[in-house]
């Protein structure tokens, strides 16, 4: 069975910084591409970014660019999103999500089943 956890949100001022992490376990994960969605409340959920198996390629939405960093150590199963300067407009329940294709994941469409509960991020201003 497939899980995904993901863990480290809270809340925080704007302008501060958070650590996303998301374990991974129950199959091998590798080859795929991992990425992190956000969806706040009244919201369609939103791509956040995306990294591929070897951590070479890397996407991120508009919004996040510059101040958001997603990386992966294969070796723990985890993935990471450090967020910094964070705006209240981040304010948002955080997704990890996995799939072979990295334009699954950023057309938000990862593998079925392959989801996070979430990880709720309150930023405030």
């Known amino acids: 069975q497939v899980q995904l956890d993901e863990s480290g949100g809270g809340l925080m001022q704007a302008g501060g910084s958070l650590r996303l992490s998301c374990a991974a376990s129950?199959?091998?994960?590798?080859?795929?591409?991992m990425g992190w969605f956000r969806q706040a409340p009244g919201k369609e959920r939103q791509f956040v970014a995306v990294?591929?198996?070897?951590?070479?390629?890397?996407y991120y939405a508009d919004s996040v660019k510059g101040r958001f960093t997603i990386s992966r150590d294969n070796a723990k199963n985890t993935m990471y999103l450090q967020m910094n300067s964070l705006k209240p407009e981040d304010t948002a329940v955080y997704y990890c999500?996995?799939?072979?294709?990295?334009?699954?994941?950023?057309?938000?469409?990862?593998?079925?089943?392959?989801w996070g509960q979430g990880t709720q991020v309150t930023v405030s201003s």
């Open positions: 999500a996995a799939d072979r294709r990295i334009a699954s994941i950023v057309l938000g469409a990862p593998t079925p089943g392959f």
């Open positions: 129950g199959q091998s994960f590798s080859g795929y591409a």
């Open positions: 990294i591929s198996w070897s951590g070479d390629t890397k």
